[in-house]
């Protein structure tokens, strides 16, 4: 018996989030079952520390990853964990009875390694919890794809299935573990069995202890790392934990399997049973226990028939101490199910055995197939176990199958293998390993930050091909370049509505939505300073001259233009002797005909059958530093309003760490403009006249906003390659007339779009319109774009935008060269302002006294600068021509300085005018959020849109307001942060506003939409309550939490967290599921249902990860950790905000800076930190030089050892 020490934390008793701590003696613990207590001695406990993962040792050190296939243990004891949320020794999130619990989705992450393949696969907390699993996306199931609600019917009964034959003592039972029909009612049910699932990282265990059958079950899923082939994996094992032997016989696995034939979600949810027809099981070398599921064709019916050549496997290891056998697989699901086609009973195993099975025959034509491992009379003796693992997968071709039996079939394989996908998640996330007195906090730290890479991607740093590389980033040596690896759309059982991708190849990833990524990304600079000004060069490129940017962000690509460059790395890495000739020139061509992403690359090598004679690592090192990194974005569709909202963000990461490097970044580099085949319409063809929605009137409405270019298109087509027959990478890229891509400086890019977005503004002068064809983050405003809508979102961003863009430009004084066509609009515009300016009208503005009709001075005002975009962007529309002008920085300043001055009066307006909702008297004091625009006078200008309405030309407008959204004050508080006052005020003022959800103490999307217009947005179909209808949309949250400690609220933000508003402080009963986990949104009071009030919805893969690793820098880091004094040196400062409550009882917190150097804060002073200066700093070279620094500032040279990160191991920082 051996003893541990655990910590309990969270809710106990009080129902307070985060609320008591409390210390537990010590107790007996079992070795099985990872560590978890055991026994009638188990203790009760909400939260079960794991000191050996926190402190990052690795988890094969575990005792609980000893195997337990067909191990005999003496005196087993059966895991007991009390009622209540718990983490086991491996810090997996623990549920007890979890099939009796509110329904939730989640997900393994996809993650098998950089050099591995990895599957997509969701679970739920129903049956035995896999919903379903493939590959590449839901075209390539292996388990059929449904969205969450069918999941939580269907799982039990399509899903994993488990039958056991037992004799015990000459009485014989049949058994279901895990079946709903045998589930517990309550917890008080003794005659039920005990159920558990754990959520870890990097898997997903269910356990079930049946104490009348006396065998406890277990299986843990994962994804197969590091391997050349993909698999989804399941590790089963079965306990006789009676006191007497057992004999069992089971079947294991799917009651479903999908077969491989093509792309197949469409033609299972609607063709099902005609796809039946092609369906088959073949046995690769006509072995029961290696079965393929395989279409005999691809369903179609072109002139073209393709054979299937390839399929999906099944293979089952039984695992002994020192050897493995491979257990055949039932398929035929009549021979278990009978003809009982719900597959509710086994009812053939009531009257046939498992052997019976076995020795008849079996068919898997036209009808979908079971895949069940068998195992036949295995007799345990008390306390023994017996285990096997089954891999899933797909192969190309079928004889392919023999390596990966050779591969899977050594002893102690399953095991290392989730020992090492255990590692892998634990090696991502140790970047940020936090040491705070709440071990709760620093387990959500690691869940966050892996979930933000997940959506955004993992930075991988390429190009290190010797030590003159080390430590440089991407703007310090063009070699050094990056690669976002594992991230994907955010696609899952609850957002079915997305299509995602995870792609099965080394340094796997998928492509994303542009704002999802742009956000999720907005940090890594700070984590991996090498990555230096790569993501916001990469985001700026993307923008168009229109000022738009395109919706989905893919993979970069890499091309080498130099054959000679391409010929030395082949020499190097196949070789140059005559009998790899061919090898050596296929791989030339690779390299230098078009463009490949690292994983293509070596998918190709794979199947062209190239031997690389160098590490993976040297060889893609080596391709990398010498190649072209090539971005690459797709239109999609509509242009959002709020991409570019983010661009500011990103900036002043990189000034936190490089604030040196401004200048250069700004005013050095030359970016091209995206190419996209879609164009925004003017006025004149998107302002139709249209039956309003009781068809009892006409009104003006904006459609067809954008559209797809055929003459874009066809422009496009000059660039094609007719060697190859594709597009040549330069279609995606605006030229000049000469042909050549037209280029600016970042600055100049920023300015444009500043210009672009302040010309766009709306007829009374305060929010941003709606003119791309969609809305801004609030994507469930999309009416509002018909309502010819305006956001003060984007109006704020744009304050920031010019303030920043002004900022550089006063302080280094250097011109902006900008497209003769810009200029050309930005004149027209600044003499509509001139003109506005010489009829009086701001300065006789009553503020007090705003009509609803858009004054006449200010609609022509508006009409003017439209019209001047418009002409700029039909211009603009194909090439610029080449030609460009130069505005000094003293003229540039001025202007941009008058323009925030119009922007200034536009938001006096808006707080004037105000929101107007249920309850709301529009005198809140609160930012407003969104504008419509009603045309009240019109004239037909003869055209008509696709639908044969006309068109019209508008003459005059009234505004229209909306109820207050948090996304207002949220976006404000931007343009506040500096004055302390102003923050307290807003805060305060939403606080008390329709926006505070008082009985879960977090805050409304928006206040009650009551009786608004049902064409407002989607958002007017849902309950109160639920998804963007008045829930508590986590994302937007997080960004109002983000500004609180952005404008120096520390006291507000840190009330807000410990009270439950924030994770991971919530109470962990009512979110329903686990604590470490973000979900998209959360039911809010305003819902119906009392009980689903404060539950989770959409798991993970949110904004909202983004936010808190923002939130996380500024506490850990401080909004300045490097600076320019006064001396125009670099100096390094370390200024946190920490709560005295979240240090440890020594008085200390500490954290990776930069994912690699341990910084300690030392708080004598035992209080809270917010913004306190050190008094002095002790830093630890790895040479083992100490370096000691009086005062609160680090002088330049060990600044830029820090930053440089690879002499420094670790800092002592002293309060």
Not at 611 to 621: P, Q
């Amino acid at each position: 018996m051996t003893y541990q020490k655990a910590e309990v934390e969270g809710l106990i008793g009080s129902g307070v989030p985060g609320g008591n701590v409390r210390e537990v003696s010590l107790q007996p613990v079992s070795s099985s079952n990872n560590g978890l207590p055991t026994g009638k001695f188990a203790v009760a406990a909400v939260f079960l520390l794991s000191t050996m993962a926190y402190m990052g040792a690795s988890p094969s050190a575990s005792p609980a990853n000893v195997p337990v296939a067909s191990v005999a243990i003496e005196g087993a004891s059966v895991d007991t964990p009390t009622k209540g949320k718990l983490f086991d020794s491996l810090d997996r999130y623990v549920l007890e009875d979890y099939d009796n619990k509110k329904a939730f989705s989640d997900f393994l992450p996809g993650v098998a390694g950089i050099f591995g393949k990895p599957m997509w696969s969701f679970f739920v907390n129903r049956g035995q919890g896999i919903a379903s699993f493939g590959v590449e996306s839901k075209n390539y199931p292996l388990m059929k794809f449904d969205s969450a609600n069918l999941a939580y019917q269907n799982t039990p009964f399509l899903g994993f299935r488990t039958f056991i034959q037992g004799s015990r003592g000459g009485e014989d039972f049949l058994t279901e573990p895990f079946s709903p029909s045998n589930a517990k009612d309550g917890y008080d049910d003794d005659d039920k069995p005990n159920r558990y699932m754990y959520v870890g990282l990097a898997d997903m265990e269910i356990q079930e202890i049946d104490d009348v059958n006396e065998i406890e079950t277990k299986a843990t899923y994962f994804i197969l790392p590091e391997e050349n082939f993909g698999a989804f994996v399941r590790k089963a094992s079965f306990t006789n934990i009676g006191d007497t032997p057992v004999t069992l016989s089971l079947l294991d696995g799917l009651a479903k399997m999908e077969p491989k034939g093509g792309p197949l979600d469409w033609m299972l949810n609607n063709l099902g049973r005609t796809l039946e027809g092609w369906f088959e099981v073949d046995h690769f070398e006509s072995n029961p226990a290696y079965p393929i599921y395989k279409m005999s064709s691809e369903p179609s019916d072109s002139a073209s028939v393709t054979i299937e050549e390839g399929g999906n496997f099944v293979l089952s290891v039984l695992e002994g101490d020192d050897s493995t056998s491979f257990l055949p697989i039932v398929f035929d699901p009549t021979k278990v199910f009978g003809q009982g086609s719900s597959l509710v009973s086994p009812r053939e195993l009531t009257v046939k055995s498992v052997g019976d099975i076995l020795n008849g025959p079996q068919y898997g034509f036209a009808t979908t197939s079971c895949a069940l491992t068998a195992l036949n009379e295995v007799t345990l003796a008390a306390g023994e176990s017996i285990g096997f693992t089954t891999y899933f997968g797909a192969v190309d071709k079928v004889d392919q199958v023999a390596d990966i039996v050779d591969s899977i079939k050594g002893a102690g394989y399953a095991q290392a293998k989730l020992d090492r996908t255990r590692e892998i998640m634990d090696e991502l996330s140790a970047g940020v390993t936090t040491e705070t007195g709440s071990h709760l906090f620093n387990g959500h730290v690691k869940q966050m930050y892996i979930d933000n890479g997940l959506r955004g991607g993992v930075p991988i740093m390429l190009g290190d091909v010797d030590e003159t590389t080390l430590g440089k980033s991407t703007d310090e040596d063009p070699r050094v370049k990056v690669f976002h690896t594992f991230s994907r759309i955010h696609g899952d059982l609850e957002r079915d509505y997305n299509w995602f991708n995870i792609d099965m190849t080394y340094f796997s990833q998928g492509p994303g939505n542009y704002r999802d990524i742009a956000q999720n990304r907005r940090n890594d600079v700070i984590f991996q300073p090498r990555l230096g000004s790569f993501d916001i060069l990469e985001f700026l490129s993307f923008i168009q001259a229109d000022a738009y940017e395109p919706l989905t962000v893919e993979a970069i690509a890499f091309k080498i233009d130099d054959k000679a460059k391409a010929m030395a790395i082949c020499d190097e890495a196949v070789g140059t002797g005559l009998e790899v000739l061919g090898h050596y020139n296929q791989l030339v061509d690779i390299l230098t005909n078009g463009f490949v992403r690292p994983g293509q690359l070596f998918q190709l090598i794979d199947q062209l059958g190239i031997e690389l004679i160098v590490d993976k690592w040297k060889f893609i090192n080596t391709v990398i530093a010498a190649a072209e990194y090539i971005p690459i974005a797709q239109f999609g569709e509509g242009y959002w309003a709020d991409h570019w909202d983010y661009y500011i963000d990103l900036i002043k990461a990189f000034l936190m760490v490089f604030p040196d490097g401004e200048e250069k970044l700004m005013y050095e580099h030359e970016l091209k403009y995206f190419f996209s085949p879609a164009s925004v319409n003017p006025r004149s063809k998107k302002y139709v006249l249209d039956y309003t929605f009781d068809y009892k009137g006409k009104h003006v409405e904006q459609l067809g906003a954008t559209y797809w270019d055929q003459s874009k298109l066809d422009a496009q087509k000059g660039y094609l390659d007719k060697a190859t027959g594709r597009i040549g990478e330069a279609a995606n890229w605006q030229s000049q007339e000469d042909g050549a891509a037209f280029t600016s400086t970042p600055i100049v890019k920023l300015f444009l779009l500043g210009s672009i977005k302040f010309a766009t503004r709306d007829a009374y002068g305060m929010g941003v319109e709606y003119e791309g064809g969609k809305p801004g983050w609030n994507d469930a405003m999309n009416g509002l774009v018909g309502m010819i809508g305006s956001g003060m979102p984007e109006t704020y961003e744009l304050h920031q935008l010019l303030s920043y863009v002004l900022s550089v430009v006063e302080k280094f004084d250097r011109g902006l060269v900008i497209p003769a066509e810009l200029g050309v609009m930005i004149g027209k515009v600044n003499d509509a302002l001139d003109t506005l300016d010489a009829t009086g009208y701001e300065a006789s503005e009553d503020l007090d006294s705003l009509s609803r009709a858009v004054p006449a001075d200010l609609f022509t005002y508006w009409d003017t600068v439209a019209t001047a975009r418009e002409t700029y962007r039909t211009q603009t529309k194909y090439s610029f021509s080449g030609v460009t002008v130069e505005i000094s920085g003293e003229d540039a300043a001025a202007m941009i300085k008058r323009w925030i001055a119009q922007i200034n009066l536009g938001i006096e307006r808006a707080f004037k005018i105000g929101s107007q909702g249920d309850g709301d008297s529009g005198h809140t004091g609160i930012s407003p959020c969104y504008f419509s625009y009603d045309v009240t006078k019109w004239e037909e200008n003869g055209g008509t849109d696709a639908d044969g309405r006309p068109t019209v030309n508008a003459l005059a407008m009234t505004v229209g307001s909306f109820p207050l959204f948090l996304e207002g004050p949220t976006r404000y508080m931007k343009t506040i942060e500096g004055d302390l006052e102003k923050m307290d005020d807003t805060y305060s003022k939403v606080l008390g506003s329709g926006l505070r959800d008082t009985e879960l103490n977090m805050y409304f999307i928006s206040a009650s939409l009551k009786g608004q217009n049902p064409s407002m947005g989607r958002m007017m179909g849902f309950s109160p309550g639920w998804l963007e209808n008045q829930s508590i949309w986590v994302h937007m949250s997080y960004k109002y939490y983000l500004q609180l400690i952005r404008g120096g609220m520390y006291e507000k933000l840190f009330d807000e967290m410990k009270a439950g508003g924030m994770l991971p402080f919530m109470d962990p009963d009512v979110y329903g599921r686990s604590l470490m986990e973000c979900s998209s949104f959360i039911a809010s009071s305003a819902f119906p249902d009392p009980s689903r009030h404060g539950e989770g919805f959409l798991a993970r893969l949110s904004g909202s990860t983004a936010e808190f690793l923002s939130i996380y820098a500024l506490m850990m880091y401080g909004p300045e950790p490097f600076f320019i004094d006064e001396d125009k040196t670099l100096k390094m400062q370390l200024v946190p905000a920490i709560p005295l409550w979240l240090f440890k009882d020594d008085f200390t917190v500490s954290f990776l800076l930069f994912s690699a150097i341990k910084v300690t804060y030392n708080n004598s002073l035992k209080t809270d930190l917010f913004r306190e200066n050190p008094s002095s700093y002790k830093i630890y070279y790895k040479d083992g030089i100490t370096k000691e620094v009086e005062g609160s500032i680090i002088p330049t040279d060990i600044a830029i050892d820090v930053r440089r990160v690879y002499t420094v191991d670790s800092i002592d920082v002293f309060f």
